[in-house]
C-alpha cells in the first residue's frame, strides 16, 4: 500500500533531480567563479509544493557552501528546515535552525533569525519547558524589531496561543485569539494567520465539547482555502488534522454516521497528514470497524498501523548514521584548531573500551534489575522498590546520552581520515558496532508494560477502571507522568520521539475530557492517584 503511494510524483522528483545533475555537469565550466544563489530562490519557489524538488535544486549547489552561496547560507538552512520538517526528520530540524539562526546573525538576515529563534522556541518548550526556550522567544522580538517586520508581533502572539492550546489551556488559548481575530482576519495580504486562528479555535472548541462554535470556527477556517497567500499544503495539512478531530470527537459519542463522514474527508487528504496523524488515522478507523463489528477491517487497519510503524522505524535505522553527519559538520565550524589535535588513535581506544564497559555495566543492571523484580511479593514492596528504579531509569537516560556523545566524538575521529578504503572500512565497523550495542542499549521487547504494570498494580488497576479508553501505551505514557518524569526521559524509555511524546500526551488529555476540568494532564494525575504516590 505505501510502495505506491504517490508513485507519479517521485518519478517527476527523480527525473528533476537527473536533468539539475547533468545540467550542473555540463556547464561545469561556465558556472566557475559563479555563486549559485539561483538555486536558492528556485529551492524557495518549489518549497510550498514539493520538498523534494526544492532539495534536488539544494542538492545541485557545490561545496564549500561558504563560497558557493555566500550572503545566502541562513536562506539555504531556513529552507532545509522546512524540507526536514515535511519529513519528520527532528534531528535535521533542530540542527538546520541553528546553522539558520547562526548565519543570519552574520549575514544581518534578521527576518530570518527571528523565524529561527521562533521555531527554537517551540522545539525547546515543548521539550522541555526551561528558560532557554524563553530565551530564543526574546530573541525573536529583537529580530523581527530590526528587521521592520510589519508581522512580527503578530507572529510572537500566535506562537503564545499556540503555546496555551498544547499545554491543554484551551479557554484561555481562545480568550487571546478572539480578541485578536478581528484584527488577523483584517491581515488580507497574509491570510495565514487568520487560518492558523481559526485552526486553532476549532479544536480548541471540540476539546471544550462545543460542536457549534467549533463548526462555526472551522466554516470560518474554509474561507480562506482559495486565497491566493494561503500555501495549498498548509491549508490541507490543518483541514485533515481538524477532519479527523471531529471524527475522534463523533466517535466518543458513538455518533458513527458522523465519524464516517468525517473519517472520509480525512481518507482524501492522506498525503498531507503527518505520522503522528497517519497512525491515529488507522487506528480510529480500526476502532470505528469494530465498533460495526466487522472484524476484518479492523484487523487490515490494525495490521496498517503495525506496517507503518515497521516502516517508520526502519526509515530511522537507516537514516541514523546519516543524522550525526550534519551534526558533525556545524561542530566542526565551532571548533577552534586545539580541539583537532585532540583527535588521535589513542582517543578512539579508550572510547572503545568505555563503550565495552558501558554495555557490560548496561547487561549487569538488568539481570540485577530482574532479580530484584522476582523478588517483589506484594503492592507494600512494590512501591518501596518503585522509586529506587525510577532512579536507575533516569541513569539509563544519562548513560544513553554519554553513549551518543562518544559515538560523535568516534565519528568526527573517522572524518579526519584522508584515505578513503580506511575510512570506508571504520565506517562499516562504526555501523556493525552500532547494530550489535543497540540490541543491548534500547529495551525493544513486548514486556515493557508488563515490567510497569507489576511495580504498582494499584495504578494501572484503577487507570483502567477510570479511563477504558486508553491504550496500553498511553496507560503507560500516563504512569510515567504520574511518577514525575519529562517528556524527554519518557520518549527515551519508551522509543519514541519527544515529537511522538508530545502528541501522546495531548491525546490522553483529549481523551478523558481534561478541557472541560480546566487542569493539566499531570496535576490531574497527582491529584486522582495522590494515595497511590511513594512517599
Do not use: W
Not at 532545509?80 to 547562526?102: G, M, R, V
Not at 498525503?271 to 470497524?289: C, G, P, Q, T, V
Not at 506496517?307 to 541514523?320: G, H, L, P, R, Y
Not at 523484580?373 to 541513569?395: F, H, I, P
Amino acid at each position: 500500500m505505501f510502495a505506491s503511494l504517490n508513485n507519479n510524483m517521485n518519478i517527476q522528483n527523480f527525473v528533476l533531480v537527473c536533468l539539475i545533475f547533468m545540467a550542473s555537469k555540463a556547464h561545469c565550466q561556465d558556472f566557475k567563479g559563479e555563486n549559485y544563489t539561483r538555486f536558492i530562490d528556485s529551492a524557495n519557489v518549489h518549497i510550498n509544493e514539493s520538498s523534494a524538488r526544492a532539495q534536488a535544486f539544494l542538492d545541485s549547489i557545490p561545496p564549500p557552501l561558504e563560497k558557493s552561496i555566500a550572503g545566502k547560507l541562513a536562506d539555504y538552512y531556513s529552507i532545509k528546515a522546512l524540507i526536514h520538517d515535511d519529513y519528520s526528520e527532528n534531528a535535521y530540524l533542530y540542527q538546520s535552525y541553528i546553522l539558520a539562526l547562526k548565519y543570519a546573525e552574520k549575514e544581518k538576515n534578521y527576518r530570518i533569525a527571528g523565524f529561527a529563534c521562533l521555531e527554537l522556541y517551540s522545539n525547546i518548550y515543548f521539550t522541555k519547558k526551561d528558560t532557554t526556550a524563553n530565551k530564543y522567544l526574546e530573541k525573536a522580538k529583537t529580530f523581527y524589531k530590526l528587521a521592520n517586520y510589519n508581522y512580527g508581533a503578530v507572529e510572537i502572539e500566535q506562537m503564545l496561543a499556540y503555546t496555551k492550546f498544547m499545554n491543554g489551556e484551551y479557554k484561555q488559548c481562545n480568550a487571546q485569539l478572539l480578541s485578536n481575530l478581528e484584527k488577523y482576519n483584517n491581515i488580507k495580504d497574509v491570510r495565514y494567520f487568520y487560518m492558523f486562528a481559526t485552526y486553532m479555535l476549532t479544536l480548541n472548541y471540540l476539546q471544550l465539547d462545543d460542536f457549534k462554535k467549533a463548526q462555526l470556527y472551522y466554516k470560518a477556517f474554509k474561507t480562506v482555502k482559495d486565497d491566493e497567500s494561503i500555501v495549498k499544503y498548509n491549508y490541507l495539512s490543518f483541514k485533515s488534522a481538524i477532519d479527523l478531530s471531529f471524527a475522534e470527537a463523533y466517535f466518543e459519542k458513538k455518533q458513527i454516521d458522523s465519524t464516517n463522514y468525517y473519517l472520509a474527508n480525512t481518507t482524501k487528504l492522506r498525503n498531507y497528514m503527518n505520522n503522528e496523524l497517519i497512525r491515529d488515522y488507522f487506528s480510529l478507523k480500526a476502532d470505528a470497524f469494530k465498533f460495526i463489528g466487522n472484524l476484518d477491517k479492523t484487523r487490515i487497519y490494525l495490521d496498517s498501523i503495525s506496517f507503518f510503524e515497521n516502516k517508520m522505524f526502519n526509515t530511522i535505522v537507516d537514516a541514523s548514521m546519516d543524522i550525526n553527519a550534519p551534526l558533525l559538520k556545524a561542530e566542526s565550524e565551532l571548533e577552534t584548531e586545539n580541539d583537532k589535535k585532540f583527535r588521535n588513535g589513542a582517543l578512539a581506544l579508550l572510547l572503545f573500551f568505555m563503550l565495552a564497559a558501558l554495555g557490560i555495566f548496561y547487561l549487569i543492571y538488568r539481570k540485577k534489575n530482574r532479580h530484584k523484580l522476582s523478588d517483589c511479593s506484594n503492592r507494600v514492596n512494590n512501591l518501596a522498590y518503585l522509586k529506587s528504579n525510577n532512579e536507575k531509569l533516569t541513569g539509563k537516560v544519562i548513560g544513553l546520552e554519554e553513549y551518543i556523545n562518544n559515538l560523535k566524538k568516534e565519528i568526527k575521529d573517522i572524518a579526519t581520515i584522508h584515505d578513503l578504503p580506511t575510512q570506508r572500512e571504520k565506517i562499516k565497523r562504526l555501523y556493525r558496532s552500532l547494530q550489535v550495542n543497540s540490541s543491548t542499549l534500547l529495551d525493544k521487547s513486548e514486556n515493557h508494560l508488563e515490567l510497569i504494570n507489576n511495580l504498582n498494580v494499584e495504578f494501572f488497576r484503577q487507570m483502567k477502571l477510570r479511563h477504558p479508553q486508553l491504550n496500553d501505551s498511553e496507560v503507560i505514557t500516563a504512569y510515567y507522568l504520574f511518577m514525575g518524569f519529562k517528556n524527554k526521559e519518557i520518549a527515551v524509555f519508551l522509543n519514541i520521539s519527544v515529537r511522538a511524546m508530545e502528541s501522546r500526551r495531548y491525546r490522553i488529555s483529549k481523551k478523558i475530557n481534561l478541557g472541560t476540568k480546566q487542569t493539566t494532564l499531570v496535576d490531574y494525575l497527582k491529584t486522582t492517584f495522590k494515595d497511590l504516590r511513594v512517599r
